[in-house]
């Protein structure tokens, strides 16, 4: 049974700031922000890797985006969409070689083997290709039991500096305010308690999340003491 259609833009784009949306506000505004930014790198053919609703299909293919082609790849039962092409999770079903540029969001905390993704993406990527990725550092358990990993910047580099990619760079989602502020919108919205209650500490937290959203400076360095709410970043296929 398929699950009922979303409103890409509003789920996903352009979420609304209101009580009822404060879990992924931040999460998702952060990635969109992010890729919004890496655009104007993308070319030819876009490998989604762990597609799902393919949310960002739209913004891959558009201005200032160079991209012609989207491909989006997920697993045979993804319960999100149909997938353009199908994969077990570990091996990537194209010739070496043959897309530009790739994107896997929020895909490598889910990954058992996040190095043998990330050597695939290398494979299939044409030398110079760039990918793009991110991944959350401060988040609920979420897709139990498929939640294996929390990145540090130092380990996610490590990681796809092994698979082969060169000119990573890193960059926090978020900073201490916005941790702050994603701990307590998800709090209300998701710790169990009576549903008038919930009513009320949502719409009581939502000023004081739109506060802590607004202060919020993600860190530039990875110092000892800093705290982010998660990574996006890329690396590229030199050779």
């Known amino acids: 049974m398929n699950p009922p259609p979303l409103d890409i833009r509003t789920h996903f784009l352009e ?5 009822s949306n404060l879990y992924n506000f931040l999460a998702r505004t952060a990635i969109v922000r992010q890729l919004k930014a890496t ?10 890797i762990g597609c799902g609703y393919m949310p960002y299909r739209g913004l891959l293919l558009a201005a200032p985006s160079k991209a012609e082609r989207y491909i989006g790849l997920d697993l045979p039962d993804n319960l999100y969409q149909k997938p353009d092409i ?6 990537i079903p194209l010739e070496p070689g043959t897309v530009d540029c790739a994107i896997a969001t929020e895909l490598l905390e889910h990954c058992p083997d996040p190095e043998a993704v990330l ?5 299939v990527l044409k030398p110079g290709g760039v990918i793009f990725f991110t991944v959350p550092f401060l988040w609920p358990l979420h897709c139990v039991p498929h939640d ?4 540090t910047p ?3 580099r490590r990681h796809i500096q092994a698979a082969g990619f060169s000119d990573v760079e890193l960059r926090a989602l978020g900073g201490w305010d916005a941790s702050l502020a994603q701990v307590l919108g998800q709090w209300v919205l998701a710790r169990p308690m009576p549903a008038p209650l919930r009513w009320i500490l949502s719409r009581l937290a ?3 999340f739109a506060l802590l959203r607004a202060i919020d400076r993600p860190p530039k360095k990875f110092h000892e003491g800093a705290m982010l709410t998660g990574l996006a ?4 296929k030199l050779a």
């Open 15 to 19: 979420p609304p700031l209101s009580a």
């Open 39 to 48: 655009l104007p790198r993308f070319r030819g053919t876009v490998l989604d």
């Open 86 to 91: 199908e994969w077990n999770g570990q091996t």
């Open 119 to 123: 050597r695939e993406a290398y494979r």
């Open 148 to 151: 294996e990993y929390r990145y």
């Open 154 to 156: 130092f380990a996610l």
């Open 206 to 208: 939502l000023p004081i």
């Open 233 to 236: 970043g890329t690396a590229v």
